[in-house]
């Protein structure tokens, strides 16, 4: 099943979600952004590292997604582990390749400096489609 929900989520256009964090006290912040998935089923988001959302994550590792936002179309809820992911990982460079390949009309942004990845591993998916009758709800626990 994880191979298919990877599938459909690669799918989505536009490679849009909105991620909330919250600090260790419970302070919540959500932002609107872009994502690309990964082969192996993480979700990969860029921002600056002195976002908000990077405090919190370094704090507090559980995330949660939306991921559409259309009752014509299939929605996703997400919770996950976020990790960050800085300039000097291995692991950065290839990032930025396939981000930007799955969000070419961000590719503008692509040399800005300070600019580093979280990547989350996915632990909980709602599916939820509204456009057909009766609703599809599936619920998925992965990892």
Known sequence: MENVLLQELSTVSPKLCALATSTTTG?????FMAFAILDNGYILLNTDIRSK???NIKENTHVALVIGMD???????????????????????????IFYTQNP????YKE????IFIRILPT???????????PLLREFKLH
């Open 27 to 31: 302070v919540p912040h959500a932002a």
């Open 53 to 55: 959302k990077v405090a």
């Open 71 to 97: 009752t014509t179309k299939k929605n996703y809820q997400v919770q996950g582990d976020a990790s960050i992911v800085i300039e000097e990982d291995i692991a950065h460079k290839t990032y930025k390749e």
């Open 105 to 108: 009309h961000l590719e503008a």
């Open 112 to 115: 800005i400096p300070n600019h």
């Open 124 to 134: 909980w998916i709602r599916e939820t489609d509204y456009s057909i009758k009766p």
